[in-house]
Nanobody
Framework: VQLQASGGGLVQAGGSLRLSCIAS?????????????VGWFRQRPGKEREAVAA????????YYTDSVKGRFTISRDNAKETVYLQMNRLKPEDTAVYYC????????RGRGTQVTVSS
């Protein structure tokens, strides 16, 4: 089972990006994707790993860290086994490697995706 992040890139401050977290291996492992909450995390240079946003398995509950509230939106499509992070009004301090996982320990985390916001 793995959650692979993609969609990062280089963007100017004020711009937008949409990250995708594509799950694989759930059905092969006898697991149901919609049974699991999924979070987006980021690792900024010189900073502790941070939980950015999370969504419940059904998609009806969300969490955002204060610094991204009103700018980022997390959503999921369980039929596609994908979780999205829409990032608007990006700031240079959002520059980080972003990854997705089902918990803060990074369970089933795949390779992250680099987001770079230039000023």
């Amino acid at each position: 089972v793995q959650l692979q992040a993609s969609g990062g890139g280089l963007v100017q401050a004020g711009g937008s990006l949409r990250l995708s977290c594509i799950a694989s291996g759930f059905s092969d492992s006898g697991l149901t994707f919609s049974d699991y909450a999924v979070g987006w995390f980021r690792q900024r240079p010189g900073k502790e790993r941070e939980a950015v946003a999370a969504v419940t398995g059904s998609g009806d509950g969300t969490y955002y860290t204060d610094s991204v509230k009103g700018r980022f939106t997390i959503s999921r499509d369980n039929a596609k086994e994908t979780v999205y992070l829409q990032m608007n009004r990006l700031k240079p301090e959002d520059t980080a490697v972003y990854y997705c996982a089902v918990d803060a320990r990074g369970t089933w985390r795949g390779r992250g995706t680099q987001v770079t916001v230039s000023s």
